[in-house]
């Protein structure tokens, strides 16, 4: 995440990326090689994910499983939208999420409660997110 952080904060490809996604138009008038420069943005994304897939599969379960991403994704889009699209916010909202992940998995031993409360509490507090965010830009 360090690297990645530093590659679109310290870097001409960065500054680049930041400017097609302020304005995709705006940049390609500029000059900027639009669809070389997302398409580079998609690669080096899907390497990392696949880089932590292969480490989810060889380093944790030690096997292949057909249901072996647990929604990670999704998730991760989540941790994004509460970020506010700002990488230093990232740690906190992916440290959040998995302490009611992981901690969702205790609820039915220590207090009878169904376990998808964990996964409730999640879709409520990006709704009032979300709904925070409408509401911003309305009274705005």
């Known amino acids: 995440m360090i690297v990645v952080y530093f590659a679109l904060r310290g870097t001409l490809w960065g500054l680049k990326l930041k400017a097609m996604g302020k304005n995709m138009r705006s940049a390609f008038w500029l000059g900027i090689p639009t669809n ?3 398409l580079s943005a998609f690669a ?3 390497m990392f994910a696949g880089l932590a897939g292969a480490e989810q599969a060889l380093g944790v379960w030690a096997r292949l499983i057909p249901a072996i991403s647990g929604g990670y994704g999704y998730l991760s889009i989540l941790v ?3 970020s506010g699209f700002q990488a230093v916010g990232v740690p ?3 440290f959040f999420f998995a302490a009611v ?3 969702s998995i205790a609820l039915p031993l220590d207090l009878q409660i ?4 964990g996964g409730v509490l999640q879709g409520i507090i ?3 997110f979300v709904l925070s965010q409408g509401v911003r ?3 705005k």
Not at 114 to 117: E, F, G, Q, V
């Open 101 to 103: 992940t992981k901690g």
């Open 80 to 82: 994004v939208l509460l």
């Open 126 to 128: 990006v709704l009032l």
């Open 44 to 46: 080096l994304c899907g």
């Open 114 to 117: 169904d376990s998808a409360l």
């Open 36 to 38: 070389r420069y997302m």
């Open 92 to 94: 906190l909202v992916a």
């Open 137 to 139: 830009a309305r009274v």
